[in-house]
């Protein structure tokens, strides 16, 4: 029998590789040949032991493309399929990672159009080894679908680089959905076409942010950072203005006033990760506007918050935690159809034996997206 080897994180700070067996596939299940697979901060942060939910020993990996080389006989009826209603052998499939939600919590049965709310939902990339077939995340060669996933068939010919960046697309749309408002964007009520934007934090989310801002109609995008590679980076995924959270405070705030009519920005995004992005987001913001946050997936502890600043700002505050499943078909709309150079997002590719390299590149300098191609 052959085997597949896989990354596992065994507990913080400790990762191996690992040989599994090739799982017999039940009819309504399928395997996945992982062709990409995106490190993400929040895997470091549960090798940091900054992630208390992580059910280790696990193998990481949520932002994975690949090509189905088993496809069960009824999968095809089980799975949630976009883009064409069969699977079989040798298509080129996006997977949403977080496809199980457990459809009986008081989330699930109120708010099945919110499924990140379950709080006992299975997520590829997260998912302990101990649960049979253990091949549950894309730091492996193969992975293994349960009957429930759901499915994003590729569009033709879309390049690696771009389809890999799916699942941080999906992040990164849904955070700028998080500012729509039904009714009338010119009456300045939540985002829409001609609004400005300021995105706090140019890593591989923020970077997607801005794509989807340009892509939806945004008329100005203001990216910040403190590394000078990403702020670059932001310019080339179509951010107008670039601020150095390095400068002081007030000389950032000023800047900003300035090409917003001294009100501030519309909506502001904060997708840094840094809880003092999220104080800064909220000085940023122009009174009557929205404050989305989608950078803390991980919890690097709190700040002092002056309620008041809330209060008098009439300012909407919202959370995004993830997104439903069937934002990956957006997604992929926004990098095929783009005209910025999303590809460049991909910085590095190490192979399967170079992965943990791969991990210690993530946020330095001239580092956006680092892949392993197994
Ligand atoms: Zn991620
Ligand atoms: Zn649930």
Redesign the pocket.
Known sequence: MSKVRGWVMLEPGKMEMQKFDLPKIPEDSALLKVEAC?L????LHAFRGRMKTAPFPLIPG??FIGTLVEVGKTASEKMAIVGGGTIKEGDRVAIAPSSLACGRCWFCLHMPHRPSLCTTRTIYGFNSIKNPPSIWGGYAEYIYLHPKTWVFKLPEGISMEKAVQT??MA?GLRAVERAYQPGEPFAGQGYGVGSRAMVLGAGP?GLMVILALRFSGAKLVIAQDLIESRLTMAKRMGADITVNAKLPLEQRIKQVQEITDGVGPDVVIEAAGVPQAFKESLTFVRRGGKLVEVGH?TDPGPIDINPWVVCNKDVDLHGSWAYPAIIFKDALTVLAKTPYPVEEVVTHKVSMDDLPKGMDLLGKEGVGKVVVTP
């Open positions: 995106g993400c901060g929040s895997d949520h932002e699942e941080p992040t989310i997936y």
